[in-house]
């Protein structure tokens, strides 16, 4: 009996399992933090519920990561684990409602930088696409996917997807072209 209690045991293959999971889970936290949070930022526009959104997602991650079955598929999941993640967000959260009439919003901060205008407008010209047509836009801009990821995330067929994205960049377009024919105008050009 106290033969068995001091002879070398072999290692515990669980243990094992849960080393190289680990690693595989920094691996992959290392690999797409960065992305990560752009794109939560981008979503809410708030450092601290960027943040959140990420910390979220790394935990469901962790916690689901036997099911990601290919890691090249990791940054799809990821971030389809955070658009999820922010649906939440709203889910949990009731929002007061107040009449946007009755309050006079000021633009405190003066803009210097012609560039950052531009990308202020832009950004204000992709909000105002339909989300049908913004979030495929956004993910092969913003997040760099490519048409099939685009597919994967969203649950539709690439067909649909590259469909949409062509339609957004039309009409992301006319926008741009209508807003500097008017700027044309007011300026005195004709």
Known sequence: MIKQFFRKKKPDASVSVDMNKQRRYEALVRAWHRDLYRY?????????????????TCLRAWRSLDSLQD???AKAWLITI????????FERKQFDLVDIDDYAIADTHQQDNEME???????????????????????QVM?????D???DILDLNRNTVMTRLFRAR?????QLEKQSEQRGHHNGRS
């Open 71 to 73: 890691d090249k598929a």
């Open 170 to 174: 039309n009409q992301l377009k006319e």
């Open 117 to 139: 205008l531009e990308q202020q407008q832009l950004h204000r010209q992709i909000m105002k696409l339909t989300p049908e047509y913004r979030e495929p836009l956004v993910l």
């Open 82 to 89: 955070l658009r999820r993640e922010n649906a939440r967000r």
């Open 40 to 56: 939560a930022y981008w979503l809410c526009h708030d450092q601290h519920i960027a943040e959140d959104l990420v910390q979220e």
């Open 149 to 151: 990821e685009i597919a």
């Open 143 to 147: 997040a760099g996917f490519s048409g």
